[in-house]
C-alpha cells in the first residue's frame, strides 16, 4: 500500500510528465490536444494526452519529437506502437499515454467519450 507522501510523489511525476509532452505536441503543432486525467478510472495510466495530425507524416512528427521530449526529461519510454500507421500512434511513458491520431480515426474511435466518464454515471 502506498503512503501519502509516495501517492504525492507519484502525481507530482505524473503532472511533470504531462507538462513535458503536452508542451512537445504543442512544438510540434499537434492538433486538437485534449488532456484525460483517468487516475480514477485505471491503473494502467493516470493521463491520456489525445492529439491529432494533418498527415501520417506529421503524425510521425509529433511521435517523434514526444519520444525524444520524454527522453530528454528522463522519463522512461514503456512502449511505442503504430509508429509507421496511417491512423494511430501511441508513445506510453506510463504516467500519460499520448495518442496521436488522424481527424478520421479519432471520429470513429472518440477515445474522449471512452474515458471522459466524469459526466456520465456520477
Known amino acids: ?3 501519502k507522501t509516495s501517492k ?3 502525481r507530482q511525476t505524473a503532472q511533470q510528465a504531462i ?4 508542451q512537445a505536441v504543442e ?3 499537434a492538433q486538437n490536444i485534449i488532456t484525460l486525467n483517468v487516475a480514477h478510472l485505471t491503473s494502467i495510466t493516470d493521463y491520456m ?9 506529421h503524425m510521425r512528427h ?3 519529437t514526444t519520444l525524444a521530449a520524454a527522453e530528454d526529461a528522463g ?6 506502437e503504430g509508429m ?8 506510453d511513458v506510463g504516467d500519460v499515454i499520448v495518442h496521436v491520431m488522424s481527424e478520421q480515426a479519432r471520429g470513429f474511435y472518440q477515445l474522449e467519450g471512452l474515458w471522459d466518464m466524469t459526466e456520465a454515471g456520477s
Open 8 to 10: 504525492q510523489n507519484t
Open 19 to 22: 507538462t513535458v509532452l503536452t
Open 27 to 29: 512544438n510540434a503543432k
Open 75 to 80: 522519463l522512461t519510454v514503456i512502449s511505442r
Open 84 to 91: 509507421n500507421s496511417q491512423d494511430w500512434m501511441i508513445v
Open 49 to 57: 494526452l489525445i492529439c491529432s495530425g494533418t498527415s501520417s507524416r
Open 62 to 64: 509529433i511521435a517523434e
Open 1 to 3: 500500500m502506498q503512503n
